[in-house]
C-alpha cells in the first residue's frame, strides 16, 4: 500500500506563486507515473501534470510555461511549482500514483490518491 501526503496549498492572490508538494511512502515497483490532477467545485477532476515512468513530464494546456513538476527521489517527493496563477487554477489538488509506464489524464487510471491540498487564487 502507498499513501501519499500532499501539502503546500493556500492562498494567493493573482499572479503569486505556490509549490506543492507530495510526500510518498517507501515504494519499490520501478514502473510507475505520478501525477497532479486538481478539482474544482461542480467540475471534474482533471489532470495537470505528469512525471512518466521514464521520467518525461507532460502538462495539460492550461498550465503549459506556468507549473513545473519535479520529483526527488532520494526525498520520494514530488513537486509542483505553480507560477503566474490565475483565478481559475483554484481547486483541490491531489497527487496520483499509477503502476503504469506512461500517465493518462484519466483519473480512473491511478490507484493511490492523496487527501488533497486547497489552492486559492484571488483576483
Known amino acids: 500500500q502507498v499513501q501519499l501526503v500532499e501539502s503546500g496549498g493556500g492562498s494567493v492572490q493573482a499572479g503569486g506563486s505556490l509549490r506543492l508538494s507530495c510526500v510518498a511512502s517507501t515504494y519499490t515497483y520501478s514502473i510507475h507515473c505520478i501525477g497532479w490532477f486538481r478539482q474544482a467545485p461542480g467540475k471534474e477532476r482533471e489532470g495537470v501534470a505528469f512525471?512518466?515512468?521514464?521520467?518525461?513530464?507532460r502538462y495539460a494546456d492550461s498550465v503549459k510555461g506556468r507549473f513545473t513538476i519535479s520529483q526527488d527521489n532520494a526525498k520520494n517527493t514530488l513537486y509542483l511549482q505553480m507560477n503566474s496563477l490565475k483565478p481559475e487554477d483554484t481547486a483541490m489538488y491531489y497527487c496520483?500514483?499509477?503502476?503504469?509506464?506512461?500517465?493518462?489524464?484519466?483519473?480512473?487510471?491511478?490507484?493511490?490518491w492523496g487527501q488533497g491540498t486547497q489552492v486559492t487564487v484571488s483576483s
Open positions: 512525471i512518466d515512468s521514464d521520467g518525461s513530464t
Open positions: 496520483a500514483l499509477a503502476w503504469r509506464n506512461y500517465c493518462s489524464g484519466n483519473p480512473y487510471d491511478y490507484r493511490y
